[in-house]
T-cell receptor, first 116, second 112 residues
Framework: DARVTQTPRHKVTEMGQEVTMRCQPI?????VFWYRQTMMQGLELLAY????????DSGMPKDRFSAEMPDATLATLKIQPSEPRDSAVYFC??????????????FGEGSRLTVL | KNQVEQSPQSLIILEGKNCTLQ??????????LRWYKQDTGRGPVSLTI?????NTKSNGRYTATLDADTKQSSLHITASQLSDSASYIC???????????FGKGTKLSVKP
């Protein structure tokens, strides 16, 4: 059945290391979101793509975070260098063309990142 | 500022009891409101969507209400089950650019 696939599910790394998270959206969905979730802040929008073009990455610390969609089947979120405050669960979500009106999103299972 | 506030932050109830979760928003213009359920360690899953013209919508033991005048929504869970233990997130779709604005969620624990 169709689902959003994220890798890795868990990542433990040391401060200063590069971290790359990957997402395979549901086939046919043209919108892709990256969110970060912490206990204190809930779900925070990091980046948003439509038809592979970045539309909003205002929630992302530009000096260390970058998000790309090299093709329609892959979205990546990279942190370089990572810091302990980046520890969180990172969710990728994809949606059909009407997502901007209905808010219908399909979330992956998340990537839990721990930066020591 | 477009905001979504949920209450309570957390809630513990006994199995079989009913509960109501609240969502207040200041998003304008308003398009739709959606409730998501997030089980521990999983991604959120949509429960129901409320459009501007809808007041009440049921999905099994879940009933969502919307009062667009007071900008409030509620999610009522009837005869709670252990599997209802999760976080419930209210998302409002709107704003000048059709943004998705998330509340921080209510964490519900159903105890036997």
């Amino acid at each position: 059945d169709a689902r959003v696939t994220q890798t890795p599910r868990h990542k433990v790394t040391e401060m200063g290391q590069e971290v790359t998270m990957r997402c395979q959206p549901i086939l046919g969905h043209n919108t892709v979101f990256w969110y970060r979730q912490t206990m204190m802040q809930g779900l925070e929008l990091l980046a948003y793509f439509r038809n592979r073009a970045p539309l909003d990455d205002s929630g992302m610390p530009k000096d260390r975070f970058s998000a790309e969609m090299p093709d329609a089947t892959l979205a990546t979120l990279k942190i370089q260098p990572s810091e302990p405050r980046d520890s969180a669960v990172y969710f990728c979500a994809s949606g059909p063309v009407w997502t901007g009106t209905t808010g219908e999103l399909f979330f992956g299972e998340g990537s839990r990142l721990t930066v020591l | 500022k477009n905001q979504v506030e949920q209450s309570p932050q957390s809630l513990i109830i006994l199995e079989g009891k009913n509960c109501t979760l609240q969502c207040n928003y200041t998003v304008s213009p308003f398009s739709n409101l959606r409730w998501y359920k997030q089980d521990t360690g999983r991604g959120p899953v949509s429960l129901t969507i409320m459009t501007f013209s809808e007041n009440t919508k049921s999905n099994g033991r879940y009933t969502a209400t919307l009062d667009a005048d007071t900008k409030q929504s509620s999610l009522h869970i009837t005869a709670s089950q252990l599997s209802d233990s999760a976080s419930y997130i209210c998302v409002v779709i709107g704003g000048s650019q059709g943004n998705l604005i998330f509340g921080k969620g209510t964490k519900l624990s159903v105890k036997p």
